[in-house]
């Protein structure tokens, strides 16, 4: 492997274009269903061995330029306690969505260590594994939700086509939505 894809980052000339997938490309290969079958989707996120062998493995079954980290962007709001689960056919669910000020300020600030360590954890076992296999010049990336996007699924209360919550809210109390967007920004940074 190379540094392809830090070059392409960088604005530099590559030989090609750099090849990475989002770890949802990686939900159909044979090797993360063998996963899935012990384990639901928040604990392959929480547990930092399983996320780093699932983030693994479209670098070591296709060879790509950059393996990206497995975690969710959802993982800050359930460490505020907004109560997220992954229901069955219908993705992400909050069981207790954000639709009031008061319900901004009874979200719990998160000790990040604590509460996600779990993927700083994932990070150190996935560039351990990349290390062994001889392979340190993969980049490891990573990804995060922006706050808007975070507050359009803690407003709503999972997924949602017409944001209804949030663009009402939006538009009747703007400082609740600034003050919320604020906070998702605050915890994504740490």
């Known amino acids: 492997m190379s540094d392809l894809f830090l070059r392409a980052c960088r604005n530099e000339p590559t030989e090609r274009r750099p090849v990475w997938l989002m770890r949802q490309a990686g939900r159909y290969l044979p090797e993360y269903r063998a996963v ?7 604990t392959l996120c929480r547990t930092p061995e399983l996320a780093a062998e699932v983030t ?8 790509v330029d950059a393996a990206i980290v497995f975690a969710d962007i959802l993982l800050p709001l359930d460490a505020m306690g907004a109560g997220l689960r992954f229901a069955a056919g219908d993705g992400p669910v909050f069981e207790r969505p954000v639709r009031s000020l008061a319900d901004i300020d009874a979200l719990v600030e998160p000790d990040v260590e604590r509460d996600l360590g779990y993927v700083m954890a994932a990070i150190g076992e996935a560039r351990r594994a990349l290390a062994l296999r001889g392979e340190e010049s993969v980049p ?5 939700g922006t706050p808007w996007t975070l507050a359009a699924y803690l407003v709503e209360g999972g997924a949602s086509k017409n944001h209804g919550h949030l663009l ?14 604020g906070r998702l920004a605050e915890v994504s940074a740490r």
């Open 36 to 42: 899935r079958e012990k384990v639901d989707f928040l």
């Open 56 to 63: 693994l493995q479209p670098v070591r079954r296709l060879g």
């Open 140 to 144: 490891l990336i990573g990804f995060g």
């Open 168 to 181: 009402s809210w939006s538009w009747e109390v703007p400082r609740g939505v600034a003050r919320r967007l």
